[in-house]
């Protein structure tokens, strides 16, 4: 650790919502799956359901398991040259110049960036659901964002600076 007491790395995922993607994921893929093996191979009068509905009923509940699980791979990795976000389709690779706060308001469900250019970038990887673990990840981020802008020099005054 440096002498600043910044850590060196911040790594931050949401914990509770993998665990509940997880679970939402193999319930789908469960159900799908008994569904599919208990489709009557017979006709019904009006539809007949064979092997190929079958095979497609758990493809189907795999695919909807697939995606449930996507919502939970959002990540986040922060060091001394920038901070990287990965929310559930999007990747943002930031410098800390661009970065002016780390906020996590009281009632917010997630942590948030913001840019010095006024835009706001969300980071679902900290949740409030995470408690002291989404702190950890706050409290690490904004520790690197203050021992990056103590490093930096200090800007020159402007000519006419009232």
Sequence with gaps: MPATGAPVRVSAVPRRLRLVCALAAAAVVVAMTVVGLLLPGSSTGVVQFGWADQV??????????????????????????????????????LPWAAVRSVRFDRHSSFASLLLTNGDEVSLLAVQAADREHAVRAVDGLRALLAEVRAAEPAPLPLLYDD
């Design 56 to 93: 497609a009923i758990i493809g189907i509940g795999v695919c909807l398991g697939a995606g449930i699980l996507t919502i939970g791979r959002s990540r986040i990795d922060a060091d001394a040259s920038g901070v990287r976000v990965r929310n559930v389709f999007v990747t943002h690779e």
